[in-house]
């Protein structure tokens, strides 16, 4: 999205050389931060050792080791299978440093990039990584995967391959300056290993890849054991030294946090992120904790946190029109919810790129003023005059102000009060179900279902199998369901498949909501082709304004720290790191170990 600065320039043979740039590394925030000749990413140890185990738990199940495709539930960890063509620093912001790829080519109209893959690349079962590797797996993904690739990969004209190890992938053009970053993070799959098996299906059989890890032992819906490639043809790369360190990661499933989490306290599981105020608050007082066998922090995270919040499928006519959206969003009340179920831990959303200078403020001034007023006449008049604001209640849970707001919205929109409910012209009440995929989260859904309750709306929650929600999710058979769409610095082709026509009618997309919006679609491709870092923050911050006043969601709250626990077995880099967590550059420290398990089993 913004120009692609490349950091060690050596232009190629005979290819323009005075008008492409060859490098090994590329960042969409200015030159990167690494010289080029870089022995380590800064926050890790290169000399960490390797071996041990680590074991974590995961809320769900799996049934297939193919998680590009909307079939199947694949594990959190499988990625770790496939390398990718560059890597990024988790320490800086949108740059990615050449992995599988040695080079990485960009002309000076950004009309096409290369990338030369290292000859030492190899898959786990001795073949070469080659650029027909690279090309048949962007076509697969493409033609393929979930609607998520054709998205991403939408202002990509064709992939040519030049040699065993040069690919070239050609933009239809030079306005999406993102597409070198998004093409390098892509991973490249075995073609000679999936010829004659159908990527369409779910995979059930040991993938074989060119990662750090490799599928070890597993039993579908239950436990996965990756373990690390002694030979991994990587191991001493710049992007890698210092990282992967474990000999063996296990992921141990389970059907509710509340067993996984007194399955971290019994030690069956070594380190858990921990993502409910009151778990954090109340439940992590035990003995092991003080007698300080396992550790507990808040890292301090900078990173943008994106929105959460209670998603309304539009493409229900419930949801249809904008005053009944902004009418219950307006009930909810997340001050009375933020004292008493979640100790005062978090501040609440109101933008979709909070916590960061992308999100919109006050009222639309500059450039993002110039970009609004062009869908004047489509946009609501408000959102010239006044700033967005979410209601911000006593924290009682007598919302009186905010519910009658809603019920005066709620009547402009045709509904009226009858005999203590809220029904339509026809007498029908308005009744849909919120869905959900952990009980742990009923508490948060109740309260606001009694609010709702109150206007004489008939809300209940339905809470079923991690499985089961990813399945209705994705054919958008839901009324209202927690959705969270994830931001980075650089907002980028991600957009399209969050808010866009599209993806709206894509099943298996992350546009939960089903906006289809002209307006919206138009200032997606404004972020998306901004062709500096001030087009970018006012074309970013015009679309988050017009989706806020929109009222797909009713927003929730964000944190602003990592919450982790874990048992004393491990050794991690003394220097914090942007993302927070950077469990990858941990190490199992056998002493530290020894000495934490012995005390365990002997209960001192």
């Given at each position: 999205?913004?120009?692609?600065?490349?950091?060690?320039?050596?232009?190629?043979?005979?290819?323009?050389?005075?008008?492409?740039?060859?490098?090994?590394?590329?960042?969409?925030?200015?030159?990167?931060?690494?010289?080029?000749?870089?022995?380590?990413?800064?926050?890790?140890?290169?000399?960490?050792?390797?071996?041990?185990?680590?074991?974590?738990?995961?809320?769900?199940?799996?049934?297939?080791?193919?998680?590009?495709?909307?079939?199947?539930?694949?594990?959190?960890?499988?990625?770790?299978?496939?390398?990718?063509?560059?890597?990024?620093?988790?320490?800086?912001?949108?740059?990615?440093?050449?992995?599988?790829?040695?080079?990485?080519?960009?002309?000076?109209?950004?009309?096409?990039?290369?990338?030369?893959?290292?000859?030492?690349?190899?898959?786990?079962?001795?073949?070469?990584?080659?650029?027909?590797?690279?090309?048949?797996?962007?076509?697969?993904?493409?033609?393929?995967?979930?609607?998520?690739?054709?998205?991403?990969?939408?202002?990509?004209?064709?992939?040519?391959?030049?040699?065993?190890?040069?690919?070239?992938?050609?933009?239809?053009?030079?306005?999406?300056?993102?597409?070198?970053?998004?093409?390098?993070?892509?991973?490249?799959?075995?073609?000679?290993?999936?010829?004659?098996?159908?990527?369409?299906?779910?995979?059930?059989?040991?993938?074989?890849?060119?990662?750090?890890?490799?599928?070890?032992?597993?039993?579908?819906?239950?436990?996965?054991?990756?373990?690390?490639?002694?030979?991994?043809?990587?191991?001493?790369?710049?992007?890698?030294?210092?990282?992967?360190?474990?000999?063996?990661?296990?992921?141990?499933?389970?059907?509710?946090?509340?067993?996984?989490?007194?399955?971290?306290?019994?030690?069956?599981v070594d380190l858990r992120q921990e993502n409910i105020a009151?778990?954090?608050?109340?439940?992590?007082?035990?003995?092991?904790?003080?007698?300080?066998?396992?550790?507990?922090?808040?890292?301090?995270?900078?990173?943008?946190?994106?929105?959460?919040?209670?998603?309304?499928?539009?493409?229900?006519?419930?949801?249809?029109?904008?005053?009944?959206?902004?009418?219950?969003?307006?009930?909810?009340?997340?001050?009375?919810?933020?004292?008493?179920?979640?100790?005062?831990?978090?501040?609440?959303?109101?933008?979709?790129?909070?916590?960061?200078?992308?999100?919109?403020?006050?009222?639309?001034?500059?450039?993002?003023?110039?970009?609004?007023?062009?869908?004047?006449?489509?946009?609501?008049?408000?959102?010239?005059?006044?700033?967005?604001?979410?209601?911000?209640?006593?924290?009682?849970?007598?919302?009186?102000?905010?519910?009658?707001?809603?019920?005066?919205?709620?009547?402009?929109?045709?509904?009226?009060?009858?005999?203590?409910?809220?029904?339509?012209?026809?007498?029908?009440?308005?009744?849909?179900?919120?869905?959900?995929?952990?009980?742990?989260?009923?508490?948060?859904?109740?309260?606001?279902?009694?609010?709702?309750?109150?206007?004489?709306?008939?809300?209940?929650?339905?809470?079923?199998?991690?499985?089961?929600?990813?399945?209705?999710?994705?054919?958008?058979?839901?009324?209202?369901?927690?959705?969270?769409?994830?931001q980075s610095d650089s907002p980028g082709n991600e957009q399209?498949?969050?808010?866009?026509?599209?993806?709206?009618?894509?099943?298996?997309?992350?546009?939960?909501?089903?906006?289809?919006?002209?307006?919206?679609?138009?200032?997606?491709?404004?972020?998306?082709?901004?062709?500096?870092?001030?087009?970018?923050?006012?074309?970013?911050?015009?679309?988050?304004?017009?989706?806020?006043?929109?009222?797909?969601?009713?927003?929730?709250?964000?944190?602003?720290?990592?919450?982790?626990?874990?048992?004393?077995?491990?050794?991690?880099?003394?220097?914090?790191?942007?993302?927070?967590?950077?469990?990858?550059?941990?190490?199992?420290?056998?002493?530290?170990?020894?000495?934490?398990?012995?005390?365990?089993?002997?209960?001192?």
């Amino acid at each position: 999205m913004l120009a692609v600065a490349i950091g060690c320039a050596a232009p190629p043979h005979a290819r323009a050389a005075d008008e492409v740039t060859r490098a090994v590394g590329i960042s969409l925030m200015g030159k990167p931060a690494l010289p080029p000749d870089f022995k380590n990413f800064p926050y890790v140890n290169p000399d960490a050792p390797k071996g041990g185990e680590i074991t974590l738990g995961a809320v769900g199940t799996f049934d297939s080791f193919n998680p590009f495709i909307v079939r199947g539930t694949a594990p959190t960890d499988i990625s770790r299978v496939w390398d990718t063509l560059t890597r990024a620093n988790a320490d800086e912001a949108e740059a990615g440093y050449g992995h599988l790829a040695e080079w990485i080519e960009v002309p000076a109209d950004n009309t096409w990039v290369a990338f030369v893959l290292r000859p030492q690349a190899r898959f786990s079962d001795g073949k070469p990584v080659t650029a027909e590797d690279v090309a048949w797996t962007f076509d697969t993904l493409r033609e393929h995967g979930k609607p998520f690739y054709r998205q991403y990969y939408a202002d990509v004209k064709d992939v040519a391959t030049d040699g065993p190890r040069r690919v070239v992938f050609h933009f239809k053009s030079g306005g999406n300056r993102e597409l070198p970053m998004i093409l390098g993070q892509m991973p490249v799959l075995p073609k000679h290993w999936f010829a004659g098996r159908d990527f369409t299906r779910p995979l059930t059989d040991k993938p074989v890849g060119s990662g750090a890890y490799e599928v070890d032992s597993y039993e579908f819906g239950r436990t996965l054991t990756l373990s690390r490639v002694r030979d991994w043809w990587a191991k001493d790369l710049p992007t890698a030294r210092g990282l992967d360190n474990f000999d063996r990661r296990r992921t141990e499933y389970f059907r509710d946090s509340t067993v996984a989490l007194e399955a971290f306290k019994a030690g069956k599981v070594d380190l858990r992120q921990e993502n409910i105020a009151k778990e954090w608050a109340t439940a992590y007082d035990f003995p092991a904790v003080r007698k300080g066998w396992v550790k507990k922090e808040e890292i301090r995270h900078f990173m943008p946190t994106g929105m959460q919040g209670f998603a309304m499928n539009t493409r229900r006519k419930l949801f249809a029109d904008v005053r009944v959206r902004e009418a219950l969003a307006l009930v909810f009340d997340f001050e009375w919810a933020n004292a008493n179920l979640f100790y005062g831990a978090y501040a609440r959303t109101d933008s979709y790129f909070s916590n960061s200078e992308l999100a919109s403020t006050g009222l639309p001034t500059g450039d993002e003023l110039a970009l609004l007023e062009k869908f004047r006449d489509k946009l609501p008049p408000d959102l010239f005059t006044q700033p967005f604001k979410l209601p911000v209640t006593d924290g009682s849970g007598n919302n009186r102000r905010e519910a009658m707001r809603a019920l005066k919205l709620l009547e402009a929109a045709g509904w009226s009060v009858k005999s203590q409910k809220l029904v339509n012209a026809e007498g029908q009440q308005m009744s849909f179900e919120i869905l959900l995929d952990s009980p742990s989260f009923e508490r948060v859904a109740l309260p606001y279902v009694q609010w709702l309750g109150r206007l004489g709306i008939d809300a209940h929650v339905r809470t079923v199998d991690p499985a089961q929600y990813q399945r209705l999710t994705d054919a958008f058979d839901f009324d209202m369901a927690i959705a969270s769409f994830g931001q980075s610095d650089s907002p980028g082709n991600e957009q399209l498949g969050y808010w866009t026509c599209r993806s709206a009618k894509a099943e298996g997309s992350d546009n939960l909501m089903g906006v289809c919006d002209p307006v919206v679609d138009a200032l997606v491709d404004e972020v998306i082709n901004a062709r500096d870092r001030a087009r970018l923050v006012a074309a970013t911050r015009a679309l988050d304004r017009v989706l806020l006043w929109r009222w797909y969601l009713v927003p929730h709250w964000h944190l602003q720290n990592v919450r982790v626990a874990w048992w004393d077995l491990f050794g991690r880099p003394a220097q914090k790191v942007r993302i927070g967590l950077a469990l990858d550059s941990w190490w199992y420290d056998k002493a530290r170990a020894e000495a934490t398990i012995a005390a365990r089993n002997g209960g001192n």
